[in-house]
């Protein structure tokens, strides 16, 4: 189908994250044809990791925002909030108007431990911490009673590990300023904890962490980093591997931490203790939380020359109050989508959809950008060539004929059906108004911005609950 003015090329982003921003700045770049973009959100609110994952003492990584808003100012633009896929629009309806569906969702859920205890009362996944600190819709009627806990472990060595560490590491001063949820700051203000474990089944070479993430744990205003020599050491293996890959970025890690070795104690109200070469096999306790029982590693290489630990046989049993397992993020199905779920992704070839992992049989028109293409991996940064590629597949179809055939592509029939299933929906000028809101709530408390962490509340800012839209 050429396109015209009442029938554009157009396509549909799933997702108002990262790579589905990058995604739309690549295809609104394109002049022949130039393509439409569609930006469908589950929430009100568009970004999101950035808004909901981000932890609220890092405001200049959310700075980025800045750039997806320029985006989505662009002519060809359009976003549709509080839409939800399968629920309120499905991949069938999608079909009917677009040319190109691409998929930006994320990874929404955690990746489990799998060991005894890990459901006791106290033991939490990271991605429910942070979701609720950060006051993510979905997290907002959690609660975390830090009050009687001393002892947190953190288990993983991933950048989320170390941002649920300084959150709990932090002061209530340095976290009042931030856009932290108001019922976070309040528990963080009563918390009793004294000692955070940061706990990682390898090596210190293979911490996943970026060098300014473990910088930032050995500069707390009220927390003193611990590591031991032991913990610092590399073994033979290690130092032989960091030596041939060159990876600058593990070297500097490594004398990140053994900096720390010989720092001591300098009488702060907590520690934040990093342990490598261990994995829980157990969470000890009976109506909650007491201790964590840990087999000690030894790293071997298996058959692809890659770095694995393997259990000594030798165990310990540290007392603990509280348990939050970071050991990555993990997609969720989407409706009448492929899905692999031995690996939580979209079943993809360089982006284009695939019918089923490991087939060559694509899912015409439908593409995947991001952690639901490849697997939780990377810096925000990283979705930009990802996203890319997704996009250029989809240039590549339409140009040999192979993109999807829409009965009708123009912005009035799009409208039309958006209405019909949610005529609440919001729009990026309704998002740029909350934006503000949220703003001038945090001005007058002398933050950043105090957020609405409900739906509710948020539709209710905009006058657009279902009781209200009628007025």
């Not at 921003?21 to 130039?34: E, H, M, V």
């Not at 990584?61 to 808003?69: A, G, H, Q, R």
């Not at 009627?141 to 560490?165: C, H, P, Q, T, W």
């Amino acid at each position: 189908m050429p396109a015209s003015q009442e029938s554009p090329i157009r396509v549909a982003i799933i997702g108002s994250g990262p790579s589905g921003f990058y995604a739309a700045d690549y295809l609104l770049k394109a002049q022949d044809p130039p393509i439409h973009v569609d930006m469908y959100e589950r929430l009100p609110t568009p970004f999101g990791l950035v808004r909901g994952g981000v932890a609220p003492d890092h405001e200049k990584i959310k700075s980025v925002t800045k750039l997806y808003s320029r985006i989505a100012a662009r002519d060809r633009f359009s976003f549709y909030g509080n839409i939800e896929f399968g629920t309120d629009i499905s991949r069938a309806d999608l079909s009917q108007h677009y040319h190109g569906i691409l998929y930006a969702v994320g990874a929404q859920s955690d990746r489990r431990l799998g060991i005894p205890g890990e459901d006791l009362p106290n033991s939490y996944a990271a991605t429910e911490f942070v979701g609720w600190y950060n006051g993510h819709p979905d997290y907002h009627e959690y609660s975390f009673d830090l009050s009687g806990i001393k002892r947190v472990a953190v288990v993983g060595v991933g950048n989320v590990a170390m941002d649920v560490a300084r959150i709990l590491a932090r002061t209530p001063a340095e976290l009042a300023s931030t856009d932290i949820a108001d019922y976070a700051l309040d528990s963080l203000r009563r918390s009793g904890v004294e000692e955070i474990y940061i706990l990682g089944r390898r090596g210190p070479a293979q911490a996943a962490f970026t060098n300014p993430e473990i910088k930032e744990l050995g500069a707390m205003a009220d927390a003193d980093i611990v590591v031991d020599c032991e913990n610092a050491s590399l073994d033979e293996m290690s130092a032989s591997h960091l030596k041939k890959a060159r990876d600058r970025a593990a070297i500097r890690n490594v004398k990140i931490l053994q900096s720390y070795v010989d720092r001591g104690l300098s009488g702060k109200s907590r520690r934040i203790i990093l342990r490598f070469l261990v994995s829980p096999v157990e969470i000890i306790g009976e109506d909650r939380v007491q201790a964590l029982k840990l087999a000690k590693n030894e790293l071997y290489l298996d058959d692809m020359g890659n770095l694995r630990p393997r259990a000594t046989g030798e165990y310990e049993a540290l007392p603990m109050d509280m348990v939050f397992r970071s050991v990555g993020y993990r997609g969720v199905p989407l409706p009448d989508v492929p899905f692999y779920d031995r690996w939580g992704i979209i079943p993809n070839e360089r982006g284009r959809v695939l019918t089923r992992h490991g087939g060559r049989q694509r899912l015409p028109g439908n593409y995947v950008a991001g952690w639901i293409k490849r697997g939780p991996s990377g810096i925000i940064g990283t979705n930009k060539p990802d996203a890319v590629e997704s996009a250029e597949r989809f240039l590549e179809d339409l140009r040999a004929g192979a993109a999807l055939q829409p009965r009708d592509s123009s912005e009035a029939g799009i409208r039309a059906l958006v209405a019909a299933r949610k005529p609440n929906f919001v729009t990026f000028d309704d998002w740029r108004a909350l934006d503000e809101i949220e703003r001038q709530r945090g001005a007058e408390a002398g933050r950043s911005r105090v957020k609405f962490t409900t739906v509710e509340e948020m539709l209710e800012a905009l006058g657009k609950l279902p009781e209200l839209a009628g007025d």
